[in-house]
């Protein structure tokens, strides 16, 4: 079946789309939440589990004090309250990647809760309402074999890696957000940057998307414009990146808006997100938390943070990264306008990194956001995939300003460098990418007015806006290599 999709905007011209953002986040400890086994990343498959993490018979789990803690500091940070005593409860369900067949996590009442987390979008400010904070186990993973796609469907046989299974994760998770209109893809991709900056700067997590230390899932409904009954929603799972986050809500909203229109049922599911197509594809229909059977975790005592040590963990909260970001951009002067599209559009470390590392700010914020944005959108990648350093920027802006290499030529260097052709000095050395020297320049100059006597004469007799086509003939005869203000200096000159 396809689904004729009405196009993003129009849509919501019509319809109010109402978000909910869940947010899993793996936490950075040492050791997993219930046993001793590491947690490091990339291990070979099951060589760090043991009797509690596999679910033997006679292990019994014992809490992680450092996870507990954490988990603190995210409510903390997130504005939420802390519970003073609340407990875990067993998650019942069948599914080889949960060697107990339970999932340990936290139902009816989770260690935070009611919390927000506010964010820009176009000089608008939203607050996204937290619902609640809660720990978990995470899960193991499994590996589908023989397909042509990875997934079950069409697989030969399953294995299962347990290595995961254990790690403590974070589920954050949002109330429904409203109002947000054309800005929902946007909003919902600046929640979850705030939210992975939030918990970067705690230091509680190394929040890599990619290696699925950040996952993110997104519910979305939409509601006919003025009327006050939520839409059914669907629940896109593991989206697992920024960009896939904007693209989930983009695709949901033109896909329910389409079936809408055409007088159908948007179904309650969880949906799969595929990256290479930015569309999504149902999956399992939505369990109802009855069919968990949750029930209080009897091997386990009851959580209950000492207020002491809730306030020691809030006196060691960074600041939050709107306060750091306004302090970096009032040292680079940039304005708030310069900073919303840094953060929104992912590049506001590179920015830093790339003034680190010597270059202007004007010309950090420049080239990432007038330039590298647009080069990862066309190559369909997150910005800080793009194959360039941020050292590599900055010399290619250094030349820049020294004169050796024009615009064009700069942007024709870095395109070299992300397609793997080199370093920035030998990708120049192998083109003879080098600005056209004086002597050159003099002999384009000449050249070119001589060509077009009509023109030099105009200039002669002191029309200085006749100038424009001899330097367009200049550019052509240098490839592009020429300095175009000085090569207006030098016809002016030569022309008299
Ligand atoms: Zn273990």
Redesign the pocket.
């Known amino acids: 079946m396809t689904t004729t999709l009405g196009a993003y905007d129009d849509v919501l011209d019509r319809y109010a789309p109402v978000l909910g953002l869940e947010t899993h986040v793996e936490l950075g400890t040492a050791?997993?939440l219930?046993?001793?086994?590491s947690t490091a990343f990339g291990a070979p498959p099951n060589t760090?589990?043991?009797?509690?993490?596999?679910g033997l018979p006679g292990s019994l789990p014992v809490t992680n004090e450092a996870a507990i803690e954490f988990t603190v500091k995210i409510g903390l940070a997130l504005h939420c309250e802390i519970a003073t005593w609340c407990r875990f409860a067993r998650k019942n369900y069948f599914y080889p990647d949960m060697p107990k067949d339970y999932q340990v996590s936290q139902y009816d009442e989770p260690l935070c809760t009611d919390g927000y987390l506010d964010v820009v979008v176009g000089g608008e400010a939203f607050r996204v309402e937290i619902e609640r904070v809660h720990l978990e186990e995470d899960t193991g993973k499994s590996l589908h074999v023989g397909g042509a796609t990875g997934r079950i469907h069409g697989a030969t046989h399953s294995l299962v890696d347990y290595n995961r299974?254990?790690i403590p994760l974070v589920e954050i998770v949002t109330r429904p957000v409203q109002g947000t209109g054309h800005k929902a893809a946007e909003v919902a991709r600046a929640y979850v940057t705030e939210l992975r900056d939030v918990l970067r700067d705690l230091g509680v997590s190394d929040v890599r998307m990619e290696q699925g230390s950040l996952r993110c899932d997104v519910n979305l409904s939409l509601m006919p414009a003025g009327a006050t009954q939520l839409g059914t929603r669907t629940e896109t799972k593991n989206v697992n990146s920024l960009r896939s986050v904007e693209r989930a809500v983009r695709h949901e909203v033109e896909r329910q808006g389409a079936r809408l229109d055409a007088g159908e049922r948007v179904v309650q599911e969880t949906r799969h997100f595929h990256e290479d197509s930015g569309t999504t594809s149902p999956g399992r229909s939505k369990e109802e938390a009855q069919d968990y059977r949750y029930f209080p975790e009897p091997d386990l005592v009851p959580l209950a943070p000492a207020r002491e040590l809730v306030e020691g963990l809030r006196a060691t909260l960074p600041e939050p990264p709107s306060v750091r970001r306004a302090a970096f951009a009032e040292v680079n002067g940039f304005t708030a306008i310069d900073l919303e599209q840094m953060v929104n559009a992912g590049v506001l470390d590179l920015v830093g990194e790339t003034i680190a590392a010597g270059a202007s700010p004007t010309k950090s914020k420049g080239w990432w956001l007038g330039y590298l944005v647009g080069r990862a959108n066309e190559l369909d990648v997150e910005v800080s995939e793009l194959a360039i350093t941020v050292a590599q920027v900055a010399r290619i802006s250094e030349l820049e300003d020294s004169g050796e290499l024009t615009n064009k030529l700069a942007r024709q260097v870095a395109d070299a460098v992300i397609a793997g052709e080199g370093d920035v000095d030998a990708v120049i050395e192998s083109h003879g990418w080098k600005v056209a020297g004086e002597d050159e320049l003099i002999v384009a100059v000449d050249a070119a007015l001589a060509a077009q006597p009509d023109i030099a004469a105009k200039i002669r007799d002191g029309n200085q806006g006749a100038v424009g086509p001899i330097v367009g003939a200049v550019m052509k005869a240098t490839g592009g290599a020429a300095d175009a203000t000085r090569a207006r200096e030098l016809i002016l000159e030569r022309a008299s």
């Open positions: 050791t997993k219930f046993c001793g086994c760090q589990v043991c009797p509690t993490c596999l299974a254990g």
